[in-house]
Nanobody
Framework: QVQLVESGGELVQSGGSLRLSCAAS????????LRWYRQAPGKQRELVAA???????IYSNAVKGRFTISRDNAKNTVYLEMNSLNSEDTAVYYC???????????WGQGTQVTVSS
């Protein structure tokens, strides 16, 4: 059974920082592309960052330079370090894992990040 469990979301002041974690089980972690998405109220879910199996990363323009995605294959965990947070970062953040040569993908339950101005 595949499980992705996010943690680390909380209320933070504008300009602050948070680190989200997503612990995976039931998958061969190093062979999965790992992504963080977010969904704000009334908006579509959007890709925030992705970590490829070779360790390379991509970011949305909205978070580039402020957020950093990293993965620890020994701990089956992917992280999202978020700095210089602002109110537009308020959303539920979801972890996603997709096998690198297939279409199977899995989602976590989400963790709420709220940035107060």
């Amino acid at each position: 059974q595949v499980q992705l469990v996010e943690s680390g979301g909380e209320l933070v002041q504008s300009g602050g920082s948070l680190r989200l974690s997503c612990a995976a089980s039931g998958i061969t972690f190093p062979t999965y592309i790992l992504r963080w998405y977010r969904q704000a109220p009334g908006k579509q879910r959007e890709l925030v960052a992705a970590s490829n199996t070779d360790g390379s990363a991509i970011y949305s323009n909205a978070v580039k330079g402020r957020f950093t995605i990293s993965r620890d294959n020994a701990k089956n965990t992917v992280y999202l370090e978020m700095n210089s947070l602002n109110s537009e970062d308020t959303a539920v953040y979801y972890c996603n894992a997709q096998w690198y040569i297939g279409k199977n993908q899995y989602w976590g339950q989400g963790t709420q990040v709220t940035v107060s101005s």
